[in-house]
């Protein structure tokens, strides 16, 4: 009896995605729970597991896109496992048993390459032959390292005539066109997610920015004074994101029209603070969110941060970890921007933007002092939000990182 194997339904509002790739081929036989194929959504990664034994057989193939409730496969759970063979017979080494030796790591990792899910789609997206590169990890496996920086090579080597170094390109969508002048390639999921929402955001909510600016010094100071405690008693280290957390639940308690949403002829008012941490990573940007950070320590907060970077890396990160959050935070700071408007992050009605920390001369008690400054930036829906909230919002933030005893300091 043949079995459908089925797109499952992945989250709220993912109506389609993209099969990147398949873990098990045509005719491979196949035990319940093991990983079919990889989906790729506008949101998230997930591995589709066999719900039953038997033999598989494929209907589409790797890259295309497909909706949730398609049929992508069947498996065949009338046919039983192949036996496997009986172990041969030892047998004198001679010099015509060493051709018959298995491959050497290395070997084995430029041939069947059992990769990853996360390096196999970039594997795939840029056209890499994984024959030609050098494993850095284990046995000589592939690690993502290998192939960006293999892709990165490839881009450096191409010439003015259209040469380079590649493989010729499978899909015709992903090719060089117009003599090298500009290339065509088919947005991912995750892009097209991030491009819709951000248009939408603009369409649908009145988006007006305000800023303001704290000085660090106390904030630098006492996380100098506690690292070396905090790390050894954690494991992990105090950041500056854990302070603006805080110093964000303080702010929206003391404005709760931010922590809030408009939802068609309603306005809903959140009494919980679930704050969305922006992460940038290879494939765009995501917004896991730190759940009940209220009741969180500086450690757990940490904590939760790093895991979330880590899962956003790897491309592990699920569904659930993206979706509900009240309030976000983004810090364009680490990549060296001094002052942004930030876009919301639909249905929220707020958002607070972090910058590069710079040491700029100010006036302080009729003196100039050279101060670590930051630009804060918060944007916020002004249908919900009036002007004089959004700027008592950001004083509570600059007044809590300026004189961090107005936080609880649970290191």
Same mark, same amino acid.
């Given at each position: ?9 992945? !989250? ?12 098990? =081929? ?6 319940? *729970? ?6 790729? /959504? ?41 036996? =496997? ?35 196999? #789609? ?27 920086? $293999? ?8 010439? +003015?005539?259209?040469?380079? *170094? ?6 015709? =969508?992903? #090719? ?14 995750? #892009? ?57 639940? &303080? +702010? ?8 809030? #949403?408009?939802?068609? &002829? ?15 990573? &290879? ?15 500086? $450690? ?8 979330? $970077? ?21 810090? +364009?700071?680490?990549? +060296? ?15 607070? *933007? ?12 009729? =003196? ?18 009036? !002007?004089?909230?959004?700027? /008592? ?19």
């Amino acid at each position: 009896m043949s079995i459908e194997v089925k797109i499952p339904a992945v !989250g709220e509002s993912i109506s389609s995605g993209v099969v990147s790739v398949w873990h098990k =081929k045509s005719g491979d036989h196949v035990d319940a *729970g093991d990983a079919l194929f990889t989906l790729e /959504t506008d949101k998230v990664s997930t591995e589709i597991v066999a719900e039953k034994a038997g033999v598989l057989e494929t209907l589409v193939p790797e890259g295309q896109e497909v909706k949730i409730g398609e049929v992508v496969a069947t498996i065949d759970d009338s046919k039983a496992a192949p036996a =496997k063979p009986a172990p041969a017979e030892k047998k004198t080494a001679s010099a015509s048993d060493e051709t018959k030796k298995p491959a050497a790591p290395r070997e084995r990792a430029a041939g069947a390459q059992a990769l990853s899910p996360a390096v196999r #789609r970039i594997v795939d997206e840029e056209h890499i032959d994984t024959a030609s590169v050098g494993g850095m990890g284990k046995g000589g496996r592939l690690t993502k390292g290998d192939v960006l920086a $293999a892709a990165e090579n490839r881009g450096a080597k191409q010439t +003015g005539d259209g040469e380079s *170094g590649a493989p010729p390109v499978k899909d015709q =969508k992903d #090719r060089q066109s117009a003599g090298d002048r500009f290339t065509r390639k088919r947005m991912s999921p995750l #892009r097209r997610k991030i491009a819709a929402q951000l248009v939408m955001a603009q369409h649908t909510a009145a988006i007006l920015t305000t800023f303001n600016e704290c000085d660090m010094r106390a904030v630098q100071e006492l996380r100098a004074k506690s690292q070396e405690a905090f790390t050894k008693k954690n494991g992990l280290k105090l950041g500056f994101m854990s302070f603006f957390i805080k110093a964000a639940i &303080e +702010g929206l308690r003391a404005v709760p029209t931010l922590n809030s #949403r408009i939802e068609d &002829e309603d306005f809903i008012e959140n009494h919980f603070y679930d704050i969305g941490v922006a992460v940038g990573t &290879e494939r765009g940007l995501v917004v896991p969110v730190v759940r009940d950070a209220d009741k969180k320590s500086f $450690a757990g907060l940490e904590r939760d941060i790093a895991d979330y $970077a880590a899962k956003a890396r790897e491309g592990k990160l699920k569904i659930e970890d993206l979706q509900g959050g009240t309030f976000t935070i983004s810090n +364009g700071g680490v990549y +060296g921007s001094l002052l942004s408007t930030p876009i919301l992050n639909p249905p929220q009605s707020g958002i607070l *933007g972090m910058h590069k920390i710079m040491d700029r001369p100010m006036a302080v008690g009729g =003196k100039i002092d050279i101060r670590p400054m930051m630009y804060l930036a918060l944007s916020y829906d002004h249908r919900a939000v009036d !002007g004089k909230e959004a700027v /008592t919002f950001l004083i509570k933030v600059k007044e809590c990182i300026e004189d961090p005893s107005k936080l609880p300091l649970d290191f």
